[in-house]
């Protein structure tokens, strides 16, 4: 296995008049090629702003203010706008939530694809982008003969397929999905999981994948990191999150979801919040919350580190 993307002590700022919240905090993690990585957590524990971060849209009053993103060995961070160009669609792509809205609504679906495609790859022309237009309906199963209509004709699935088409179209590396099917209705929601997997299958590209949905992205990706309050906690393959997790962050996380299948048992929550990022506690920043905390867990922040025996990474006191 060869990483494609290598995140180096990544570090994210949101820097307001008077004050600077780290809201991700120095975090180190791979995607592999081919890979599905998901990144879970509760709101607010950075991890959308990680996919802004990898993706090169961090915006003020954001500033990605440290660490390393390499793509290949080269620090995206680093990109100037020419690079950057490239980078965009030829190699990372992105669905966001909100994606099928921003679909323009004035234009038919055909033209915004072509329109990717020709800013990116004019060689092939417009004969040529209208082909790999057709190409990319089939392939996330959409009839052809749909291409010339208008995002209104088409339903709130299906407009999302349209933006996994569009953020196929240059074959990209990478694929960031940030909550992309968050707004959908369950049925088609999985279906539209079920599909990105067998295109990733198919067509190789790596996937960063964020949702609040633990138990569907336990089932889509190969490995996940867990966050909390702006820092990895544990970075582990999917199923070991629930059947044998390290951190005790992640096991509360487990239980508190709905088991994959059988009925829905009652949520054991997890107590208390996430801290204020404002005043962090000293010390693991779970230790208000956790069940385990020790002496030890107040005074000394925890660092990740690679357990064999569960192929997992993990930063708890617990575990050494
Ligand atoms: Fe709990 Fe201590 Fe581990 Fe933090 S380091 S998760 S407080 S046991
Ligand atoms: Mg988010």
Redesign the pocket.
Known sequence: DRALIEVRNLTVDYVGEHSVVRAVHGIDFDIMEGEAFGLAGESGCGKSTVAFALARLTRLPGLVSGGQVRLNGEDVLKFNKARLKAYRWNEVSFVFQSAMNALNPVISVAEQIMDVIETHEPSLGSDGARARAVELFELVGIPPARLDDYPHQFSGGMRQRICIAIALALKPKLIIMDEPTTALDVVVQRDIIEQIVELKTELGFSVLFITHDLGLMIEFCDRIGIMYSGEL?EVAPAEAILTDPQ???TRALGNSFPPLTGARVRLEGISGTPPDLRSLPE?????PR?????E???LEA?ELRFYPTSQSEA?????N
Not at 283 to 287: E, Y
Not at 290 to 294: I, N, R, V
């Open positions: 906690v951190h005790p962050y010390g693991c920043r779970f230790a956790c069940p385990h905390a020790m030890r867990c107040r925890p930063a708890c006191h617990l575990l």
